[in-house]
């Protein structure tokens, strides 16, 4: 995509700047199944510089759009493969982050419910979501989703994301990026799959993602923009 001159782009939108999320809990809380050292690296450098990156874009490109799932949707249909790249791995991240929580726990409810009815069991559907990661080959992630029919485990290369157009309910994501693992596991996808999804799958939170499939309370969305804040980049910098 040819850029623009920043002249064309409206004040509004020239001051809209996304913000890193903080995670949702203490940098140590997640061991030993991730280290502060990975999350460190993880969240402060791989996901702020996605972050960054996708603010110099917008700062850029004219997209008078607000929201970071309608940025995706744009570039991704107007084949701006860099801001879809950014604007993806920013969104992925922080839908990660969410995915997984200290406290162990396991499916309940409706949610418990469909994935007996899909899958057969939780230990099935495990080894489902732990082989379609391991299997992916190179960079990319792992999603349980709903569908109107049924739940799916799929995987999306590099930052590839849902169609959550296509009434698609992201319910949890693992990241099988070398970056997410190799600190702790080296090379050992399998090894951090399973131990991701023994120990730190976040079931509360792809309950209120299928609530929200169901047209109980809002999905989870990346906080919008911040239209006061200053540009982590200058424009052209
Ligand atoms: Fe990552």
């Not at 604007?87 to 992925?92: L, T």
């Not at 069991?121 to 029919?149: D, M, Y």
């Not at 120990?199 to 239209?227: C, K, V």
Request: aromatic share 12%.
């Amino acid at each position: 995509m040819a850029d623009r001159s920043t002249s064309d782009i409206p004040p509004e939108t020239r001051a809209l700047a996304f913000v890193l999320p903080p995670l949702p809990y203490g940098i140590e809380d997640l061991k030993p199944i991730l280290s502060a050292e990975t999350l460190r690296i993880h969240h402060g450098k791989h996901h702020a510089r996605y972050v960054e990156t996708l603010n110099r874009l917008l700062s850029e490109q004219n997209f008078s759009v607000n929201t970071l799932e309608e940025i995706i949707r744009v570039a991704l249909g107007s084949g701006a493969q860099g801001l879809f790249n950014n604007a993806a791995q920013a969104w992925n991240h922080s839908f990660f982050w969410e995915s997984m929580s200290p406290k162990t726990s396991r499916p309940s409810g409706l949610l418990a419910d469909a994935i007996s009815s899909t899958f057969g069991s939780v230990e099935a559907l495990g080894q489902r979501f732990i082989a379609e990661g391991t299997s992916h080959f190179g960079s990319g992630w792992v999603w349980l989703v709903a569908r109107r029919n049924g739940l799916e485990v799929l995987s999306t290369h590099d930052a590839g994301v849902p169609n959550l157009e296509d009434g698609v309910m992201p319910l949890l994501a693992c990241d099988v990026w070398e970056h997410a693992y190799y600190i702790d596991y080296r090379q050992d996808r399998a090894g951090w799959l399973t131990a991701w999804w023994d120990r730190l799958a976040n079931w509360r939170f792809a309950e209120r993602q299928y609530g929200a499939m169901l047209g109980h309370g809002e999905p989870w969305r990346y906080p919008a923009p911040e239209s006061e804040q200053e540009l982590l980049f200058s424009p052209g910098q």
